[in-house]
């Protein structure tokens, strides 16, 4: 992939596997919203494939590539909220657009939507009514609305607070299992990394620089990964003491 | 000057190619009636005060000046009502309220339609299988071809109104005096060419703009810019369009 003469991503292979949630992470400018976007249509890519349960999705037209999108759901980094609706309007709008249910099945489904992402209540507020956080909640209830197969996230904790941004994840981690869907998440957030990385790809200018699971981050040995990781002396500490530990048991 | 007109070129032709796009098959008739309904108003009811109002201004103010013209001549004084309705139907209601309309309306759905692109709103509405190019255009432009000609037909009324409160209450002239010159050499003709010049300039604002508006990158610089841009194009295209119009109609 490249934007003009500039190769943004290159030699990417990935598998992205069903029932998991797989994080792409990386330094800013690492190219990890362009794979991103390469993966959910919005950018072409130069060379290569793109699979989606086996079907190439590179090279489908507008129309096909529309249907493959019926299967895809995807919360925005912003959330990407339309703010002259009302949050019942955001997550119905996939269901008035797609679907020929009843009032009654539209309006269940919205609500059981959102009781899933524990936001009861809010049906009648704008967007801007309500705060960061539940503006996720109500992005990943849009975006399961209409029960999608895979599941992408664009950094879904950025500009949330520490807690918040676990209540996130554990949303996104326990829809994931719930369904057997495929989850992407776009993160740089280390949390997210440990606790919910099954399956983890560490992008370096364009390329993939690490592979694995948050399991085998404390004991891998690639170095660029250790910088990025444990970027902060506070980590490095943290790390260091839970090696320590770890020698410790197995002795 | 070659980088010039090869933009204006890729402008041309990026455009073609939106428009092509916008004006497919809707996914779901009802979704578009729903939004086509609520640019019918916002475009209607949003803009009937300005354009009544700049109206009775054009008419008062072309009674009067004509007036100022006509007076020790031997033109009779009643030809001031023929003159400011045949003044309003040709040009000042099509052209006028559709360069007034093309500074409302279409910077208004350029700054929508940018402001949807940078807030990733036109993104999500992708990734859910929206043909955005349709479901953000067509309705717009059909919205626009229906209830701007019917503001031209009110702002062709005001105007001859804003002629009469403008001549008879001051002494200029007689009620049945101006009634007489309203009613003198009508040409039916003259409102058909109304109707088209309306058609037309209303067609070019809405498709200027929202092509500014859906192509717009990122940063609020570029936001003002695409606004502006659509008013600037939209007014020059409306200018010509109506020489070509005029030149076709009345030759």
């Known amino acids: 992939m490249s934007f003009g003469d500039t190769p943004i991503l290159r030699g990417i292979t990935a598998t992205f596997e069903r029932g998991k949630t797989n994080l792409i992470i990386g330094q800013s400018g690492a190219g990890k919203t362009v794979l991103l976007k390469l993966l959910v249509g919005l950018l072409e890519p130069v060379q290569g494939q793109i699979l989606y349960d086996g079907r190439d999705v590179t090279h489908l037209t507008q129309k096909e590539i529309r249907t493959v999108r019926m299967e895809v759901g995807m919360l925005f980094q912003g959330s990407a909220l339309f703010d002259f609706m009302t949050v019942e309007e955001n997550i119905r709008f996939p269901l008035d657009m797609f679907t020929n249910w009843t009032k009654k099945e539209k309006v269940d489904r919205v609500n059981y939507c959102l009781e899933r992402v524990n936001l009861e209540g809010v049906n009648d507020k704008f967007p801007s009514e309500v705060s960061g956080g539940m503006q996720k909640r109500v992005g990943i209830a849009r975006a399961i609305v209409l029960k999608p197969k895979f599941l992408f996230c664009d950094e879904p904790n950025s500009g949330l607070d520490p807690k918040t941004s676990i209540l996130i994840d554990d949303l996104i981690h326990s829809i994931t299992m719930e369904n057997n869907i495929t989850t992407v998440i776009n993160t740089h957030d280390m949390n997210s990394v440990m606790e919910i990385g099954e399956n983890i790809i560490l992008l370096n200018k364009g390329e993939i620089a690490w592979h694995g699971s948050a399991n085998d981050v404390l004991s891998s040995t690639n170095d660029y990964l250790q910088e990025f990781i444990f970027a902060s002396p506070f980590l490095q500490r943290l790390r260091q003491a839970a090696l320590d530990q770890e020698s410790k048991d197995k002795r | ?251």
């Open chain 2, 1 to 251: 000057m070659v980088t010039g007109v090869l933009q204006i070129f890729t402008d041309l032709g990026r455009w073609i190619l939106l428009m092509r796009q916008a004006l497919q098959r809707p996914e779901k008739w009802s979704m578009y009636w729903k939004e086509t309904v609520r640019q019918m108003y916002d475009i209607g009811i949003g803009s009937l005060i300005i354009v009544a109002l700049i109206s009775i201004f054009m008419g008062a103010v072309a009674a009067i000046q004509f007036a100022y013209q006509l007076s020790g001549q031997l033109i009779p004084i009643w030809y001031i009502g023929y003159i400011v309705r045949d003044l309003a139907i040709l040009e000042s209601a099509p052209t006028i309220t559709c360069l007034v309309l093309a500074g409302k309306v279409g910077s208004n759905m350029a700054a929508e339609l940018g402001g949807m692109r940078q807030k990733e709103h036109i993104d999500a509405m992708e990734i859910m299988g929206v043909n955005t190019a349709s479901y953000l255009i067509m309705p717009k432009l059909i919205a626009a071809v229906v209830v701007i000609p019917l503001l031209v037909y009110v702002s062709a009324f005001v105007a001859m109104i804003g002629g009469f409160l403008a001549s008879v209450p001051t002494g200029v002239m007689t009620a049945p005096e101006y009634t007489r010159g309203l009613l003198a050499f009508y040409e039916p003709y003259n409102v058909f060419i109304m109707t088209v010049k309306s058609v037309v300039f209303a067609f070019i604002l809405t498709a200027v703009s929202t092509y500014q508006g859906y192509f717009v990158k990122i940063g609020s610089i570029e936001l003002g810019k695409a606004s502006t841009q659509a008013v600037v194009a939209s007014n020059i295209l409306i200018l010509l369009a109506d020489y070509i119009i005029a030149l076709l109609l009345t030759a």
